[in-house]
């Protein structure tokens, strides 16, 4: 809601607020449609000011209200500014070998983490923003090192451990960006040849890297993300104690960054889904130790908001389960419901 003078008033705006007369009578109810005979009537009575509805007051998902908030705006303008500097100076690397000092790419990343009040609250905004699609892999990276200082301080690694991780997010999948966008966006399955190519961006990323003055971290990030634990990887099938530390991490962010962002083809993936995603056999190909309380963090940031479940029924999240995270605890007025004993009910939605 804002507050709007009277003579500043327009048809069709709605009122937020009850207003009352001087003598405290109600002259009209929030949500009264304003016509020029209600301005004429708030003349008469002297009001000077009035709290209209704004597109925010309508909105009904938590994401919905983020998406429409001042804070966001702000940073979505932060972000899209950064962006375009990151775009260019990646471009001239992978095209024109062009060297990008590190020091850049951590000035992009400072100008855009301080626009958000905390970690939760960068990733909500990153879950809210809609890269054009000609800018949908540099923004895989760019998020990817946003989300590395996230995830990097909820695992209370040292400052300068994240501060590696962020480096190795700018750049581990710097490969596609030799491969054709519709190879890399195609909507439906990959053939075998088309993923066989696919798979050459570890390649292509590490053989732009091997010769810069990098970290050893950042060049076997690029190459390893995409080794799992299990040895069902590529490209070297590794197993758990041959893959690098940072490419163990960079894997798991990898995996966020693609289910909580927007395709032509779905929308996306709501926190609970991104976690129930994991779990079907993350504990597997991904090093459990740091999985386990990143999908701790990411469901406890949950807690208190409300739910609409798939029999229509609304509830608030008040604890999550910590053995099985996608069903937690909620309120439904004076009733409670373990989602844990409830299989045949899910969360449709999130407010």
């Given at each position: 809601?804002?507050?709007?003078?009277?003579?500043?008033?327009?048809?069709?705006?709605?009122?937020?607020?009850?207003?009352?007369?001087?003598?405290?009578?109600?002259?009209?109810?929030?949500?009264?449609?304003?016509?020029?005979?209600?301005?004429?009537?708030?003349?008469?009575?002297?009001?000077?000011?009035?709290?209209?509805?704004?597109?925010?007051?309508?909105a009904?998902?938590?994401?919905?209200?983020v998406?429409l908030?001042p804070?966001?705006?702000?940073?979505?303008?932060?972000?899209?500014?950064?962006m375009?500097?990151?775009?260019?100076?990646?471009?001239?690397?992978?095209?024109?070998?062009?060297?990008?000092?590190?020091?850049?790419?951590?000035?992009?990343?400072?100008?855009?983490?301080?626009?958000?009040?905390?970690?939760?609250?960068?990733?909500?905004?990153l879950?809210?923003?809609?890269?054009?699609?000609?800018?949908?892999?540099?923004?895989?990276?760019?998020?990817?090192?946003?989300?590395?200082?996230v995830?990097?301080?909820?695992?209370?690694?040292?400052?300068?451990?994240?501060?590696?991780?962020?480096?190795?997010?700018?750049?581990?999948d710097?490969?596609?960006?030799k491969?054709?966008?519709?190879?890399?966006?195609?909507?439906?399955?990959?053939?075998d040849?088309?993923?066989t190519?696919?798979?050459?961006?570890?390649?292509?990323?590490?053989?732009?890297?091997?010769?810069?003055?990098?970290?050893?971290?950042?060049l076997?990030?690029?190459?390893?993300?995409?080794?799992?634990?299990?040895?069902?990887?590529?490209?070297?099938?590794?197993?758990?104690?041959?893959?690098?530390?940072?490419?163990?991490?960079?894997?798991?962010?990898?995996?966020?960054?693609?289910?909580?962002?927007?395709?032509?083809?779905?929308?996306?993936?709501?926190?609970?889904?991104?976690?129930?995603?994991?779990?079907?056999?993350?504990?597997?190909?991904?090093?459990?130790s740091?999985?386990?309380?990143?999908?701790?963090?990411?469901?406890?940031?949950?807690?208190?908001?409300?739910?609409?479940?798939?029999?229509?029924?609304?509830?608030e999240?008040?604890q999550?389960?910590?053995?099985?995270?996608?069903?937690?605890?909620?309120r439904?007025?004076e009733?409670?419901?373990?989602?844990?004993?409830?299989?045949?009910?899910?969360?449709?939605?999130?407010?």
């Amino acid at each position: 809601m804002k507050n709007v003078a009277r003579m500043a008033l327009e048809n069709g705006m709605v009122i937020g607020e009850d207003v009352y007369s001087y003598k405290n009578k109600l002259l009209y109810p929030k949500e009264t449609v304003i016509d020029d005979t209600v301005i004429a009537r708030l003349a008469r009575y002297s009001i000077m000011c009035v709290a209209v509805m704004e597109e925010i007051d309508y909105a009904t998902t938590h994401f919905e209200k983020v998406r429409l908030s001042p804070e966001f705006k702000s940073f979505e303008h932060t972000y899209n500014n950064c962006m375009a500097i990151y775009r260019k100076m990646m471009r001239g690397f992978v095209e024109q070998g062009k060297p990008v000092k590190m020091s850049s790419l951590m000035d992009l990343y400072v100008k855009i983490s301080s626009r958000a009040r905390s970690g939760e609250q960068l990733l909500d905004f990153l879950y809210n923003l809609l890269p054009g699609e000609d800018e949908m892999t540099y923004a895989h990276c760019l998020n990817s090192a946003l989300i590395a200082g996230v995830f990097g301080t909820w695992l209370n690694l040292p400052e300068e451990e994240i501060m590696l991780l962020i480096q190795c997010g700018f750049y581990y999948d710097i490969g596609k960006l030799k491969l054709p966008m519709d190879l890399l966006w195609k909507s439906g399955k990959l053939t075998d040849l088309e993923f066989t190519k696919l798979k050459t961006h570890t390649m292509l990323a590490f053989d732009m890297l091997k010769d810069q003055d990098m970290d050893e971290h950042v060049l076997k990030a690029a190459l390893m993300h995409h080794e799992r634990c299990d040895g069902s990887g590529y490209p070297s099938r590794l197993r758990s104690d041959k893959i690098d530390m940072y490419a163990k991490y960079i894997a798991i962010i990898d995996a966020y960054e693609a289910m909580t962002s927007a395709r032509t083809y779905r929308m996306p993936l709501n926190p609970f889904q991104v976690i129930a995603n994991f779990e079907k056999d993350g504990y597997i190909k991904f090093d459990e130790s740091i999985l386990k309380p990143i999908l701790s963090h990411i469901a406890a940031t949950q807690l208190g908001f409300n739910v609409r479940l798939t029999n229509d029924v609304e509830a608030e999240i008040i604890q999550i389960n910590p053995g099985c995270l996608t069903r937690p605890l909620l309120r439904a007025g004076e009733e409670e419901i373990d989602l844990s004993k409830e299989p045949d009910l899910d969360i449709a939605a999130i407010y």
